[in-house]
Each structure stands twice: as C-alpha cells, then as structure tokens.
C-alpha cells in the first residue's frame, strides 16, 4: 500500500474509537459524579465508563501497532508525529507535579498560625528520611540507566540484550513501587492528617501512580521488542516510554529533598 502511494503521510481509515472513548470518558465522568453524591446507578455506570475507556484503549493501540508494524504506515516523516507530541504531552505532566510538589512547598516554607506556624504540624508524625524513602530514591534512577541501557541495544541491533535491559528496567520498577507501598503502610500520618498529610499523600501518591504506568509502558516495549516489533529506525514507542521512564526517575529526587528530607529533619 505504502508503495502506490505518492507522498510519505498516512491517511487514516475511519475509526470507530475516538467516539468510543468520547462517550466512555462521558460515562466515567457522569457515573463518578452520581458515585460520590451518591446517586443510583452510578457505582454501574462508573464502571461501565471505565471499562469502555479501557477497552478503547487496547483495541485504538492495536490498530495503531498493525498500522506501523504489519502495514508500514508509520514512514520517518509520519514518526515526527509521535514524537512531537510526546514532548507536550510530557511537559504537561511535569508541570502538574511540580505544583504538588509547590504546594508542600508552600505550606512548608512559611507554616500559618492554623498549624502552629511549624512544620511539620504539631501532632503530626512523620517518616524518617534516613530510613525507605532514602533507600528508595536511587532506584528509579538506577531503572532510568536500566532502559537507556536498552536504547542503545536497540540501536545497535542487540534484540536479546535490549529485552534483558527492559526486563531489568521493570525489577527495578516494581522494587520501587513495592518500597513506595511499605512507606504508605507504616506511615504515621494519613491523607486527612492536615494540610501535611494531604500534600504528602497527592505529591507521592501520584508520582508513585506514574512510576505505575510507566512500568506497565516498559512491560509493553519489553513483549514488543521480544516479538521483534522494534528496529533501530523504528521504535518510536519505545522512544516515548524511554522518555517518559526518565522524567518518572528524576522527578523523584524532588520529592525526597522537598518533602522528605524537609519534612522529616
């Protein structure tokens, strides 16, 4: 097909998923809202709504996968897409965490008579810094060097060495997700603990729940590269879940000094 073709873009067929997913974020939306004020049905259409979005998820990127691998559609030129809307996409994420990470900062820096006007809150226990969240701080990092280990296999032809670097890009992954979750079990303090314990909560909680996805990126590069979907001109979805591995492990040095160390001396 690519071949009778005249110029190097894909012309998209048309797809039913961009309104499937459009009305299972409308469902999730509304049954959300129904859940939480709690009105009938809305555990239902909750539900619903998620798994429409989730299994729009999985067919859209599977006829995005047959589209670039089985049918060459995805040409160098059609790639720049991807790539360039990769970087906003990345952007966007780490301005949300730095205004968590802003906000602890903030209450932190100039505590208000409301909490004692100290910091942390009187009353308020909190984790040693010295302790899991020192131990946990260099192993994202450590997966960071793990998956640009894999790049470099990739590019130079190495298919087996690229999958032993993403297999060990996901260990290290799931050791820190498992320390994260040692942290929230012996934790002193809660999400309701005052305004420490809820900007705690959010800033680690969601940069935690994005070391989640970013794992769960590396796993699908991993099977892809073991099938052999990957080349060094073609891989512009490992390129992505490179990327966005490598803001999930320097993002986690912030935390560490800014809530953490600063909250926990």
């Not at 450590?142 to 060990?168: D, M, N, Q």
């Not at 900007?199 to 052999?228: M, P």
Request: proline share 6%.
């Amino acid at each position: 097909m690519i071949e009778s073709q005249r110029h190097s873009y894909h012309l998209v067929d048309p797809s039913p998923w961009p309104i499937s997913g459009s009305l299972g974020a409308l469902a999730t939306t509304v049954g959300g809202v129904m859940y939480m004020h709690p009105f009938q049905g809305g555990a239902t259409l909750l539900s619903l709504g998620l798994i429409l979005i989730l299994y729009t998820m999985f067919v859209w990127w599977r006829d995005v996968l047959r589209e670039s691998t089985l049918e060459g559609h995805h040409t160098k030129v059609v790639q720049l897409g991807p790539r360039y809307g990769s970087i906003p996409f990345i952007v966007s994420e780490v301005m949300f965490l730095f205004a968590l990470f802003r906000a602890s900062s903030h209450s932190s820096l100039a505590p208000t008579v409301e909490i004692g006007g100290i910091w942390p809150p009187k009353g308020i226990g909190v984790l040693d810094p010295r302790e899991i969240p020192f131990l946990n701080t260099p192993i994202p990092p450590s997966s960071g060097a793990a998956v640009t280990w894999a790049h470099h296999a990739i590019l130079a032809g190495k298919e087996k060495r690229a999958v032993y670097a993403l297999v060990a890009t996901v260990s290290l992954a799931l050791v820190s997700t498992g320390f994260q979750g040692m942290e929230y079990y012996q934790a002193p303090s809660t999400i309701s603990d005052s305004i420490y314990g809820s900007t705690f909560s959010s800033a680690t909680g969601f940069h935690g729940f994005h070391v989640i996805i970013g794992t769960l990126f590396s796993i699908i590069c991993g099977i892809r590269q073991y099938l052999g979907h990957l080349t060094k001109e073609h891989h512009v979805g490992f390129e992505a879940a490179a990327w966005y591995w490598h803001f999930v492990d320097v993002v986690r040095l912030f935390p560490f000094v800014s809530i953490y160390w600063w909250g926990g001396i």
